[in-house]
């Protein structure tokens, strides 16, 4: 089944239905993926305190796990796009799924010799394979239905990644921080073997589902190979301010997801890692509510104006969290959660609008975005070690303003394929 679409109107809309009869179990099939690559990212918020305190590490050398894990995002995401035009996107989510499985299962020896750097060489990988998702499963969602809902049908999806975010905060701390306290001294870092051998034989078995499974085909107007030049990519405004914006939030997102932990036991000396780990459930579950919340209220309002509430929110979440402790700085970090959800994908659905046969590209470089992961929460670390980890959350402020300015003007499209 092949469907050619183009819209020439340049302002996002709302109203219409989520999308087409033919379309639903595509949608539900590919809504999966979202949870699924969600456990791989929101592990690493488990990971961060359980790896600092197997290898006594710093704030700054325990971040190198969102380095390696969004470095490998940015390094996988172009070659990705290019992939994806030879082959495309069902194939290109079977091949994500497989690199996934390969780099969850470098834990296995990871955990056997004990050196921190074979952890991030895993993670790396499996970062890779999630890039390829990405790539694929973003713009294929977008297109399964009509375009005025593209942005609320990929915030609808992106929900279900928001409940394995919540889920997987929760089996972590069960499953790999209270099994590290009970661990003899030295081999804490067993305890991570189980829960990514069982993520090997979840992607896998993915893999095959999706192998199986008769998928729509998604044809852009023009082939990719008629344009093919970076600089056609770079004739649209509205994408490079995307990816930028998908850059500086993303780096806000994973930098405080990061440090919740280190936050709570700051404001709150004595406070035991499983017990902070609680904040860090409460901030994705609102995560996960916003994202439910945020799908719902775009039947009525702009996504661009979506997004502007809630980058406000985020500011306002933020300076709590900078110059108040108790309660009130708790209750930022936890609200910080509800106003990052609608972001990625409502910034995502804005900057590949109207790219025509520069979608797979276009799509790779918002993807390359998620480097913001590697480079902020490593800033964050940095300053928290200089100063405190309140001081450090002055960098997510600066990005919340940026995708701000996105949300009120940057997202304009100026140029139409």
């Known amino acids: 089944m092949a469907v050619t679409r183009i819209s020439s109107s340049s302002t996002p809309q709302t ?3 989520l999308t087409e009869r033919r379309y639903v179990l595509p949608l539900i099939l590919i809504t999966s993926l979202f949870f699924l690559w969600a456990v791989g990212v929101n592990l690493n918020d488990i990971l961060i305190p359980h790896l600092k305190g197997a290898f006594h590490l710093t704030d700054f050398q325990s971040s190198f796990v969102q380095v390696a894990f969004f470095g490998g995002y940015f390094l996988a995401a172009w070659p990705a796009g290019r992939v994806m035009e030879k082959i495309g996107y069902q194939r290109g989510i079977v091949c994500g799924l497989l690199i996934c499985a ?7 020896p990871a955990a056997s010799v004990r050196e921190y750097a074979v952890f991030l060489l895993g993670l790396f990988v499996m970062a890779c394979g999630q890039s390829f998702l990405e790539v694929s499963a973003n713009p294929y ?12 049908r990929l915030n609808v999806a992106q929900s279900f990644n928001a409940v394995g975010a919540v889920v997987t905060p929760i089996l972590g701390s069960t499953f790999i921080l209270s099994r590290a306290h009970a661990a003899p001294a030295g081999s804490e870092a067993d305890v991570v073997r189980m829960p990514y051998l069982v993520m090997v034989g979840i992607f896998v078995a993915m893999a095959v589902i999706i192998f199986l499974s008769k998928l729509p085909v998604i044809q852009e107007e023009t082939a990719e190979e008629e344009s093919p030049n970076l600089p056609g990519i770079l004739a649209f405004p509205h994408l490079i301010k995307g990816v930028a914006a ?21 404001t709150h000396p004595g406070t035991l890692d499983t017990q902070a780990a609680n904040y860090l459930k409460l901030h994705l579950l609102g995560f996960m509510i916003g994202r439910f919340a945020g ?3 775009m039947k009525k309002i702009q996504p661009a104006k979506m997004l502007a509430i809630f980058a406000v929110g985020c500011v306002a979440s933020v300076l709590l969290v900078i110059f108040t402790r108790g309660s009130s700085a708790l209750a930022g970090i936890v609200l910080l959660g509800f106003f990052h959800s609608i972001m990625f994908p409502t910034i995502f659905a804005l900057s590949i609008r109207h790219l025509g046969p520069y979608t797979k590209r276009g799509s790779s470089l ?8 590697a480079v902020f929460p490593a800033l964050m670390g940095r300053i928290s070690d200089a100063s405190n980890i309140q001081a450090a959350f002055f960098v997510p402020l600066v990005c919340y303003l940026f995708v701000l300015y996105f949300a009120t003007r940057g997202y304009r499209v100026k140029h139409a394929a």
């Open 102 to 108: 390969c780099g969850a299962f470098l834990f296995i």
């Open 366 to 373: 918002v993807v390359m975005a998620i480097l913001g992961g």
């Open 295 to 297: 799908s719902a209220l």
């Open 15 to 17: 109203g219409g239905p």
């Open 141 to 152: 969602v977008t297109f399964l239905g009509p375009p005025q809902t593209s942005e609320q």
């Open 246 to 266: 998908q850059f500086f939030y993303i780096g806000a997102q994973v930098g405080v997801a990061s440090f919740v932990i280190r936050f709570v036991q700051h």
